[in-house]
T-cell receptor, first 110, second 114 residues
């Protein structure tokens, strides 16, 4: 059973806009919250990650916001580009395994 | 530095057959994990191997098995294939067990069961 709820399922934004994807988790034992990006025909690739003792992490145009009390975290993509069009997965780690969200298919229109 | 290599990339089997998928991790990586990706269930953890030992196992039936060799290469096997086993099987490697945040995925083996 899915322990990570991800929304929206799909997202369309215009070039230069902000893309926001949200995730909610249940298990407080998770110790690391990565986001993965997957292009068609490729495996997922680590995009950015955050630990629960940090509220925000920024790397270039990508920012993770983490709300421990609400058990939610989100990915913000600033100045979205057509090359960002991909499927994004949030995930949680516990020990040696990743639990993934359902995925968000992002389309950035030129 | 070569990435994670999975073979074969595509294969078609019929119900009741068995299949073996292979994974070569990034050089120096000793942990190999396997995930199943389907449109309906998403990405689900199968198992993880480190130093030739299974360290963790997901919620899959015993028809799904794996092993790791001394050179860290791994194989997974699915016996008595069912239609629902059609999926993209992804292998991921990391330097050590527990480094789930630093997983590097291969491009997967796409299995179709007819």
């Amino acid at each position: 059973q899915q322990q990570v709820k991800q929304s929206p399922q799909s997202l369309i934004v215009q070039k230069g806009g902000i893309s926001i994807i949200n995730c909610a988790y249940e298990n407080t034992a998770f110790d690391y919250f990565p986001w993965y990006q997957q292009f068609p025909g490729k495996g997922p690739a680590l995009l950015i990650a955050i630990r629960p003792d940090v509220s925000e992490k920024k790397e270039g145009r990508f920012t993770i916001s983490f709300n421990k009390s609400a058990k939610q975290f989100s990915l913000h993509i600033m100045d979205s580009q057509p090359g960002d069009s991909a499927t994004y997965f949030c995930a949680e780690t516990s020990g040696s395994r990743l639990t993934f969200g359902e995925g968000t298919q992002l389309t950035v229109n030129p | 530095k070569a990435g994670v290599t999975q073979t074969p990339r595509y294969l078609i089997k019929t119900r009741g057959q068995q299949v073996t998928l292979s994974c070569s991790p990034i050089s120096g990586h000793r942990s190999v994990s396997w995930y199943q990706q389907t449109p309906g269930q998403g990405l689900q953890f199968l198992f993880e191997y480190f130093s030739e030992t299974q360290r963790n196992k997901g919620n899959f039936p015993g028809r799904f098995s794996g092993r790791q060799f001394s050179n860290s290469r791994s194989e997974m096997n699915v016996s008595t294939l069912e239609l629902g086993d059609s999926a993209l099987y992804l292998c991921a490697s990391s330097r050590r067990t527990g480094e789930t945040g630093e997983l590097f995925f291969g491009e997967g083996s796409r299995l179709t069961v007819l």
